[in-house]
């Protein structure tokens, strides 16, 4: 009889005590760990939605790119954000190719390095939607985030 009320006074102890700990969790992007006003849980820790969409802030503009008959055969687009002050692809290229599913390539982006968030879009050989890019967002602090970048090719040389 002694064991049993024993083992239910210490469950429910245990019980109280987790309770405040699960309330003071902190939600990425968050430093108190409340989630601000108009804000669900899934929209404090899922990437931003400006554009098609980053993290921290940053994105592509414009997002998606279509290269055109009009444009010539390229397009220009930015990487931005707050704090941005330059932006790579991945390992700190200043250039690269997208491909589609089947490994087609639809357009190579290459750096304009003035300034270094300035990036130029030139159609492939293949027409149609490439993979997603995803560029890399540095600023005065070191990295701040991903901006994420669809391109369309309708050049079609």
Known sequence: MISRQFRLTVVSGLFIV???????????????????????????????????????????????VIIKKKSKGFTWFNVDGPGVSVSYLKNYQMQGSCYNRNGGEICTVQNLASPPTYWQATSGPYCGKARPLKFYAYGGGGFIGYGYLTIVNKYCP
């Open 18 to 64: 987790a309770l405040p700990a699960c309330g003071g969790q902190q939600v990425a992007g968050t430093q108190t760990g409340a989630i601000p006003p108009g804000q669900t849980v899934l929209s404090a820790i899922a990437p931003d939605s400006k554009k098609c969409g980053g993290t921290n802030g940053v994105y592509v503009d414009p997002c998606p």
